[in-house]
């Protein structure tokens, strides 16, 4: 599965109350707390604006899946 970070859609916005400084400043999972390898995966953001990340196994679990019937379809196929 591919991850788009930029994507601002699917992002879920996460109370900070109930997460630790590393997990705050994007340097540990929002979800398992691992902090090595270094999270990539943009999965929410905080109140304040700041991104939280998530490792791509935590983030395939808690990002919704795709409808099983919806294709994207390729930029040469969308606009011809």
Request: glycine fraction near 6%; hydrophobic fraction near 40%; proline fraction near 12%.
């Given at each position: 599965?591919?991850?788009?970070?930029?994507?601002?859609?699917?992002?879920?916005?996460?109370?900070?109350?109930?997460?630790?400084?590393?997990?705050?400043?994007?340097?540990?999972c929002v979800a398992c707390h691992?902090?090595?390898?270094?999270?990539?995966?943009?999965?929410?953001?905080?109140?304040?604006?700041?991104?939280?990340?998530?490792?791509?196994?935590?983030?395939?679990?808690?990002?919704?899946?795709?409808?099983?019937?919806?294709?994207?379809?390729?930029?040469?196929?969308?606009?011809?």
């Open positions: 599965m591919h991850w788009r970070p930029t994507a601002t859609a699917r992002l879920i916005m996460f109370d900070p109350e109930g997460l630790t400084p590393a997990q705050c400043e994007g340097d540990a691992k902090r090595w390898p270094r999270p990539r995966v943009r999965i929410g953001r905080l109140p304040s604006e700041a991104v939280v990340l998530a490792c791509p196994d935590c983030a395939e679990a808690l990002l919704p899946q795709r409808a099983g019937n919806v294709y994207p379809l390729s930029r040469s196929v969308a606009f011809s």
